[in-house]
Nanobody, 124 residues
Framework: QVQLVESGGGLVQPGGSLKLSCAAS????????MGWFRQAPGKEREFVAS????????RYADSVKGRFTVSRDNARNMLYLQMNRLKPEDTAVYYC?????????????????WGQGTQVTVSS
């Protein structure tokens, strides 16, 4: 079992920045691909970013490329998402995710463990 706990969500104005954190515990998390997904009201959960624990390679959704940065601290079992130049369409619940079966996450069925989610609201 892997436990994931997100923090850092909140209300931010358009153009602002926010950094999400995810604390991972339980089974050896260095074996897992980690990432972030988000879900807006009335929409399906969608991929945001992913990082490989082994070599730090990353993948991003086109909608966040150049604005968001995913990173991790292996020693502390922490995952981060730095979000810059936020837009109202980034408003959603953001979920930390872990998957053992792939090198990089991209689709929700690849996820083995989910966090409880943290709300991000971008509004003036």
């Amino acid at each position: 079992q892997v436990q994931l706990v997100e923090s850092g969500g909140g209300l931010v104005q358009p153009g602002g920045s926010l950094k999400l954190s995810c604390a991972a515990s339980g089974r050896i998390v260095t074996d897992y691909a980690m990432g972030w997904f988000r879900q807006a009201p009335g929409k399906e959960r969608e991929f945001v970013a992913s990082i490989s624990w082994s070599d730090g390679s990353t993948r991003y959704a086109d909608s966040v490329k150049g604005r968001f940065t995913v990173s991790r601290d292996n020693a502390r079992n922490m995952l981060y998402l730095q979000m810059n130049r936020l837009k109202p369409e980034d408003t959603a619940v953001y979920y930390c995710a872990a998957g053992l079966r792939v090198v990089l996450l991209r689709f929700p069925p690849e996820v083995d463990y989910w966090g409880q989610g943290t709300q991000v609201t971008v509004s003036s």
